[in-house]
């Protein structure tokens, strides 16, 4: 049962990160002055992000089963070559924060110690315009001091693989939400680059 209140739209998302146990990466820039619908009913997590989206101009990109980012929703005005109107919403290219994720999750799955998916953890990073992590912090520990220091210790190495946006808000927050099945992430899609 989800039931999130209307508020600032970052909130909202903290709220539903919170009762669905999904991972969320979102550019604070994308939700600053936009609001929330009120959610509350039964709901996959899908069906419930879709409905908590609606109206904000932001639709949600998955990133795993159990992780998205967001990106601003843009409609195509093509004619497809089956013959019909498209003028459905599509995203623009690669999201900025997906490839964020992505070299995050890569090199946290080098250790059982920071593998995603059995802890939570609040973190910020600046990101320089090459794409490295220049600095990190840890916001909100993950109630293991040796894992608080893995973590943070782990950023340094970090390089996205694409140069930072110049409209790129920093620091850039990072949510990391346990499994709701209590598991660590499955991290086979790293398994050629874990010592990388």
Known sequence: MLDIPAQNLASALDAFSRLTGMAV????ELTRGRRSLTLKGRYSPQDGLS??????GL?????R???FTLQVAEVENSHRESGGASGTASLAGNSY???IQQA?????????????????ALLQVWIGQGGEIQHSRLVASTG????????????KDVRVGRSAPSSLRQPVTLLL?????????????WEGALGA
């Open 25 to 28: 990466l979102v550019d604070h």
């Open 51 to 56: 409905r908590l989206l609606t109206g904000s």
């Open 59 to 63: 639709m949600a990109r998955y990133t």
């Open 65 to 67: 089963a159990d992780a």
């Open 97 to 99: 924060a997906q490839s």
């Open 104 to 120: 995050i999750e890569k090199v946290f799955c080098r250790s059982s110690l920071t593998r995603p998916g059995s802890y939570r």
């Open 144 to 155: 293991n001091t040796r894992r608080d220091e893995a973590l943070v210790e782990s950023l």
């Open 177 to 189: 939400v346990p499994d709701s099945t209590g598991k660590s992430m499955d991290c086979k899609q």
